[in-house]
């Protein structure tokens, strides 16, 4: 099959893959990337270059379409990411830490996240809401139940 995402790499860039291979301070995603396009600029088919670098056929598709469309920076570079929807905001944030500096309920030596977590939905800070998000929060904040 033939090859839409064609690598003809010009002199500048060659230099500047061949620098970042050497230095050894870059990601090992963005060294392995800048491997792909050197090969591909030599005429390797990508069955070859995902077992020389053992890496899968899709990631080399995608460092060369990568490369096509939007240059250098772009193919060597990670996109950002969006990253999760906070559970909480500020002022629930700062709640949760004072509830966890209050006195316990009784019968307990100390909060467990289960209780505080418990504790958030019963006032209707919100409608519901894990332990292990109350942990990440907490230690987040550097607080902790005890």
């Not at 995608?62 to 002022?91: C, F, H, I, M």
Request: aromatic letters at 2%.
């Amino acid at each position: 099959m033939a090859k839409i995402y064609h690598v003809d790499l010009n002199d500048d860039e060659r230099t500047v893959l061949l620098e970042l291979i050497k230095k050894g301070k870059p990601s090992a995603r963005k060294v392995t990337r800048a491997r792909i396009l050197l090969l591909a600029d030599e005429g390797k088919r990508d069955t070859q270059i995902s077992a020389a670098l053992h890496t899968g056929i899709a990631t080399v598709e995608r460092t060369r379409r990568r490369l096509v469309e939007g240059g250098l920076a772009k193919a060597l570079n990670e996109q950002p990411r969006r990253g999760g929807q906070r559970k909480l905001d500020g002022k629930q944030e700062a709640f949760l830490v004072a509830l966890t500096c209050s006195t316990p309920p009784a019968g307990h030596k100390r909060w467990t996240m289960q209780m505080l977590a418990d504790k958030l939905v019963s006032l209707e800070m919100m409608d519901e809401i894990s332990d292990e998000t109350v942990r990440r929060t907490l230690k987040k904040t550097n607080s902790s139940p005890g």
